[in-house]
């Protein structure tokens, strides 16, 4: 069987996405957690229900809105002004943006049920120390909260490698730009070519496995070094 060439392009694009995604998503993400986590009131349990809104919406209506607000006539397509282009989507941009909107609920849940495992009287005494609320967030409550931020980070990528509906309808198919492996894998079925599928799907299915257990065995090893 002989592989398609441009499946080399699209392990390096999926992997590139994941990886920005991955970075921008925690990057955002983790202070809203950690807000999250610390606040109260019911305004508290309305962000959390806005922010968790692209994991429960359909992709076709997330990939619809996303489209209204990259293309020409919104926002994305102002920005894309700036150096001559008519939209953000259809480009790598744009579903690095879209990723992180996706990603974004997977991030906030996993970091803040991390943030909330810690202790409230070790904030308090970074806060009797004279600890800015800045400081307190990332040198008592990162460290302490590793596992859940750890899953935040994995379940971020693996989505982002896994996700198809929202990329296809925001990025299309364009080889070497916008072709991540899910379309190709899904390129390679329309196609009928099945050897290919096979490899794709079975590769997939192998870095998902590994991501959980690499998940798992993080996780039991933080936990074993926090224990006293």
Do not use: N
Not at 16 to 21: D, H, N, P
Not at 71 to 93: E, I, N
């Amino acid at each position: 069987m002989v592989m398609d060439p441009g499946i080399g392009v699209a392990i390096w694009l999926t992997v590139k996405l994941a990886t920005v995604t991955t970075v921008l998503a925690m990057a955002i993400g983790a202070p809203i957690a950690w807000r999250l986590a610390r606040g109260r009131g019911f305004w508290r349990d309305v962000m959390a229900s806005v922010l968790s809104l692209p994991m429960v919406l359909p992709p076709t209506v997330l990939g619809f809105y996303m489209l209204l607000l990259l293309g020409p006539r919104g926002p994305g397509g102002a920005v894309a002004g700036l150096w001559g282009a008519r939209t953000l989507a259809f480009s790598f941009g744009g579903l690095v943006f879209a990723s992180v909107v996706a990603s974004l609920p997977f991030v906030i849940q996993s970091a803040r049920a991390g943030f909330e495992s810690v202790d409230p009287r070790l904030i308090e005494a970074a806060w009797t120390l004279r600890a800015t609320p800045l400081r307190a967030f990332v040198t008592v409550g990162v460290p302490l909260a590793a596992p859940g931020l750890a899953a935040a980070a994995v379940l971020a990528f693996a989505h982002t490698v896994g996700e198809f509906g929202l990329i296809l309808m925001i990025g299309g198919d364009l080889p070497g730009r916008t072709r991540v492996l899910s379309i190709a894998l899904y390129d390679a079925v329309e196609s009928d070519r099945w050897g290919e599928a096979h490899w794709i799907a079975g590769g997939l299915v192998a870095f998902s496995f590994l991501a959980v257990l690499g998940l798992t065995v993080t996780q039991r090893l933080m936990s074993r070094s926090r224990a006293p």
